[in-house]
């Protein structure tokens, strides 16, 4: 079994923003036990930057984005030399893997960063991966390393993403406000009513949350890939969720996978605009698996180019589609309720070809 390990940064530090030597030897531990037992591991680390504040003398995160990065510069080698010193103990070799947005929005890097895990793993390797907090802003203000280790399940052709956080697992209230709340164990579909009952953040020192946890779920589920969202310092919990044993929130993968290429689509790239359609369009999108033609746009919003990701929303305003589409978003305005006949020699004939569109779920 190949699994993704992720810990988030309140479950490998201290509150006073120090690494805890102990949450990382557990961790550690447990993540060499894995492979001894024969599983391939991949580790998705947060905690660049909570272990750059103190040895910078900062007491509190700051929130200028150019000193963040500076401060993760200063923390991400600490983060690794800790990790590194601690599997090197277990025999195993860890290498360092930085990523951005950028890796998952290009299919070239997209590719080449699969390529790279692939045969780090085929090495014996251990992959610590983390967002390339030096050169990110967006990440950095928002906490990605729950979507990131989604995508790299996918890339790894994961059969587990375990995410380890500092609560037991998804609850059907935040239990911090409510006394009664309870532990949710399975889930089958991550919905719209799941994801509405998302909290934020739940510490100082983390910048995701349960909602960033119940959205990696979903890309992992689209993936065909399990999930497991459980506490850090649970005794034995990467071969209890390995085992199957009921550990925190277990997340169904679904039996329909999105391919490589439309899974990047629909999660990897943001969207830049949106094309509402009219209902017959939305039908042969939805259930017809037909492309996009001009003759079925009513409405352009945003600024966007050939090639760029947008939205696909029906008259309700919701979406429900997402793909790459081969108009800007001037040009598109121009053709929109169009016939086919109708267009110029040179006018692509649709909007966005089918083979570059997903329905969402």
């Known amino acids: 079994m190949i699994v993704t390990v992720k810990v988030g940064t309140s479950s490998i530090t201290r509150a006073d923003g120090e690494l805890d030597d102990g949450a990382l030897a557990k961790l550690c531990g447990e993540i060499a036990d ?17 272990a750059g504040l103190p040895a910078l003398g900062f007491v509190e995160r700051p929130r200028d984005v150019a000193v963040l990065q500076a401060i993760a510069a200063v923390g991400q080698p600490r983060l690794m030399e800790r990790f590194g010193a601690l599997l090197a103990d277990r025999g195993i070799v860890a290498g360092q893997v930085l990523l951005t947005a950028f890796d998952f929005v290009h299919r070239a890097q997209y590719l080449h960063a699969r390529e790279t895990l692939r045969r780090l793993l085929a090495l014996g390797v251990l992959p610590v991966v983390n967002e390339n907090d030096t050169v990110a802003d967006d ?19 994961a059969d587990l ?87 925190g929130t277990a997340v169904r993968a679904r039996s329909q996978r999105l391919s490589s290429r439309k899974l990047w689509i629909a999660f990897a790239r943001g969207a830049a605009g949106r094309v509402t359609v009219d209902a017959g369009a939305q039908r042969a999108l939805m259930n017809q698996g037909r492309s996009l033609l ?12 050939a090639e760029d990701a947008v939205e ?50």
């Open 294 to 305: 001009p003759a079925g746009v009513r409405d352009v919003e945003g600024t966007f180019a």
């Open 139 to 157: 990440e950095i203000r928002y906490g990605d390393n729950d979507r990131l280790a989604a995508l790299v399940s996918h890339l790894v052709a």
């Open 34 to 50: 894995a492979r001894d037992a024969g599983h391939g591991v991949v580790l998705v680390s947060s905690g660049a930057i909570a």
């Open 312 to 361: 696909i929303v029906g008259d309700d305003g919701r979406p429900f589609a997402k793909g790459l589409v081969r108009y800007s978003a001037t040009a598109l305005r121009q053709v929109a309720g169009r016939r086919t006949a109708d267009l110029s020699d040179g006018q692509p004939h649709e909007v966005i070809h089918r083979d570059d569109l997903v329905v969402l779920p």
């Open 161 to 247: 993403l375990l995410v380890l956080t500092d609560t037991a697992g998804l609850f059907t209230n935040d239990p911090r406000l409510d006394t009664e709340a309870s532990l949710i164990e399975e889930i089958v579909e991550v919905d719209a009513a799941l994801e509405r009952g998302a909290g934020g953040a739940g510490t100082s020192r983390g910048s995701g949350g349960m909602a960033s946890k119940l959205a990696a779920a979903k890309i992992a589920a689209w993936s065909g890939v399990r999930v497991v969202i459980a506490a850090a310092n649970e005794p034995d919990v990467v071969r209890g969720a390995i085992d199957g044993r009921p550990v």
